[in-house]
């Protein structure tokens, strides 16, 4: 029978530095719940908003994998390994921290905000050379499928990651009933709504509610049009 953990939107973590609003659905910063410290390898999933103008300075990361989701706005990124870039919403980036890298990511504009989600995913191999890929986003919302926008290899669609973990966005402009099937066993999902309402095996989830499923092969989601939803598949075990 399949395991579950519902995260309510209003129960997350959250961080407001007058720049920077953010709410975490798992133990980050001054953020800390022992009963919220990842999903699998899922280890971070915080949900930014940014004022005009500002943004993170320069700062390391090591042994993860970083992917960025922009929202609303544009986020401006620059990293020790040269890379100088904007991500813009139906866009995806993902780093792999590995042997050590330096970035920075700014709101590129001062008059408006920017609106993005970073993710952590813990890898399954350390010590990698650190690499970074950004791409446009294919074909969300079209036909109301789930697209998929990551996965562990170069040769699949979207970008990819040091882990056997794949990533599905939707977009669903009117009512949809779907099945997600898992890739791997002993995999989970996470699904995060970004927006609307949607039903997963029956529990009912609204605007940035989180739900975790897992010790299943599948999952039934019933999406509301307007909905917008990001699928989490991740190793529960590392």
Known sequence: MAQTILHKAGTRGHADHGWL?????FSFANYYNPERMQFGALRVLNDDQVSGGMGFGKHPHNDMEIISIALEGELQHEDSMGNQAVIKPGEIQVMSAGTGIYHKELNKHADQEVKFLQIWVVPNEKGVTPRYDQIEIPNVGKNNQLVQ???????????????????HLGKFGQDTELEYQLKQEGNGVYVFVLKGNLEVNGQKLETRDGYGIWETSSIDITASAGAEVLLMEVPMDI
Do not use: M, N, R, Y
Request: glycine content about 4%; overall charge negative; aromatic content about 16%.
């Open 21 to 25: 609003k953010s709410f975490h659905t």
């Open 149 to 167: 926008i990551l996965s562990p290899s170069p040769e699949d669609e979207g970008v990819w990651i040091h882990q056997e973990a794949w990533f």
